[in-house]
């Protein structure tokens, strides 16, 4: 079992960046695969990157092709915690932003692949 709570959100203008980071209860949390998803206003939530670990360090990520350049998803396993940079953001990256987590496997984009999910933080974009 593990508990995600998600922070670092807020209003930004177009051309900005922010660290949004995922803190992670439990243990073993090295083998928990991370992902961050979003929804914006009227639309369904959608998958924007994930990462797992491949040795204690080192990650694997994926991502989305809208953010790939734009966005970076990290973690820090010695923390409990995974991040994700975004710069250049864009109005239309403007969503509530959550955070996932499931037990073993590989990255991945789909949400039923995720059992644990974070109650998600607010980014605004202005332009």
């Known amino acids: 079992q593990v508990q995600l709570v998600e922070s670092g959100g807020g209003l930004v203008q177009a051309g900005d960046s922010l660290k949004l980071s995922c803190a992670a209860s439990g243990r073993n949390f090295n083998n928990y695969v991370m992902g961050w998803f979003r929804q914006a206003p009227g639309k369904e939530r959608e998958f924007v990157a994930s990462?797992?670990?491949?040795?204690?360090?080192?990650?694997?990520?994926l991502y989305a092709d809208f953010v790939k350049g734009r966005f970076t998803i990290s973690r820090d396993n010695a923390r409990n915690t995974a991040y994700l940079q975004m710069n250049s953001l864009k109005p239309e990256d403007t969503a509530v932003y959550y955070c996932?987590?499931?037990?073993?496997?590989?990255?991945?984009?789909?949400?039923?692949?995720?059992?644990?999910w974070g109650q998600g933080t607010q980014v605004t974009v202005s332009s």
């Open positions: 996932a987590a499931r037990y073993g496997g590989d990255t991945s984009a789909a949400e039923s692949n995720y059992n644990y």
């Open positions: 990462i797992k670990t491949i040795n204690w360090s080192t990650g694997i990520a």
